[in-house]
């Protein structure tokens, strides 16, 4: 039977869901949205050619699906042509595995957009799965802290990179600012987020952190995932310069969060303290090898990186030198 979760009211809101093989959240992620206090105007789920029963399941709960090949998704490309055929003045947007945690998720995620003209982004809190280990919890915790705060360019002199700090896996945008700098940037290893906001705070725009507004949202990664993916942000960094060189570098934020760690760890495990250190390092060597990857063998980076298909599909020969 199918469920409709359709609306007409104002303003419009659209929820925009990229998806890929992820039967196994659907059912509870798509239930929850549709016990939502905030009435959506429209569901659009664009699937990557899943195997499973993801764009099945979608259609259950009457969102519109939108499948394209599985080495045509891009990050910023794909959101951008999905947002500019939304009808919603307002987008929402969600991972496949992030599961709002209360019925007025939503609404409070959207409120800041409703309330203040000039905030043109909203993201929320990100809680730990029920299965989160230790550490991926403390990572949530220092990330996405239990205070709201609303951010505008001029606070790039006191937070530096933090600055720029959003997810997309949970994150609502006024969609005619975000038409202001052109949607997404396509081609990116990842960090659409972060590019469009860094573009939207120079405009005069702000982004506004609504602590609660929550998700449940994590990773129990692996050490090698921690360096692979400590990788691609190097790799963001060095590809998209402009980011560092106006909202500043992100070493002050990593020795906060070790800092954090250490602390965290010495009141409730001392015994993980070796394998935080680890990571730690193995994070260090990965972010620096990222950002120099123009001077590392072109068969070995594919290998070193968590999105191996983007080395394939999306490089060209001007990623590898300082052309960008």
């Known amino acids: 039977m199918s469920i409709s979760c359709v ?15 992820g039967a196994a959240f659907m059912r509870e992620l798509l239930g929850v949205l549709c016990s939502q206090t905030v009435l959506f105007n429209e569901l659009l789920v664009v699937d ?29 490309g794909t959101r951008t042509m999905i947002s500019k055929q939304a009808q919603g003045d307002i987008l929402i947007f969600l991972t496949q595995d992030a599961v709002p945690t209360s019925t007025d998720a939503l609404v409070k995620l959207i409120q800041p957009l409703l309330s203040d003209e000039t ?20 990572l949530r915790s220092f990330n996405y802290p239990n205070q709201t705060v609303v951010r505008s360019f001029a606070d790039r002199e006191r937070l530096g990179f933090q600055t720029v700090f959003v997810s997309n896996s949970f994150a609502a945008y006024r969609k005619i600012a975000l038409a202001e700098v052109d949607y997404f940037k396509s081609g990116l290893i990842f960090g659409e987020d972060t590019c469009a906001v860094g573009r939207l705070l120079m405009r005069g725009y702000k982004v506004a952190y609504v602590s609660d507004a929550m998700v449940f949202h994590s990773h129990n990664y692996s050490c090698l995932q921690e360096f692979r993916r400590s990788f ?14 106006t909202y500043g570098r992100a070493e002050g934020r990593g020795w906060q969060y070790v800092k954090s760690g250490v602390i ?32 590392l063998p072109q068969c070995l980076i594919p290998f070193l990186s968590m999105h191996r298909s983007w080395w394939v599909s999306f490089r060209d020969a001007s990623v590898f030198h300082k052309t960008l």
């Open 264 to 295: 965290h760890l010495m009141n409730v495990k001392k015994a993980l303290l070796p394998n935080f250190f680890w990571r730690i390092f193995l994070k260090f060597i990965g972010y620096k090898l990222g950002y120099n990857f123009q001077s």
């Open 232 to 245: 691609d942000i190097g790799v963001l960094h060095v590809t998209e310069e402009w980011l560092l060189d």
């Open 119 to 138: 905030i043109a982004v909203t993201y929320g809190r990100q809680l730990p799965n029920r299965d989160a280990t230790l550490l991926a919890a403390h």
């Open 7 to 21: 609306a007409q009211k104002r303003p419009l809101i659209s929820i925009i869901l990229p998806t890929w093989n």
């Open 48 to 76: 990557s050619s899943s195997s499973d029963q993801t764009v099945e399941i979608a259609k259950e709960f009457g969102a519109e699906v939108v499948v394209i090949p599985e080495e045509e998704f891009d990050h910023g």
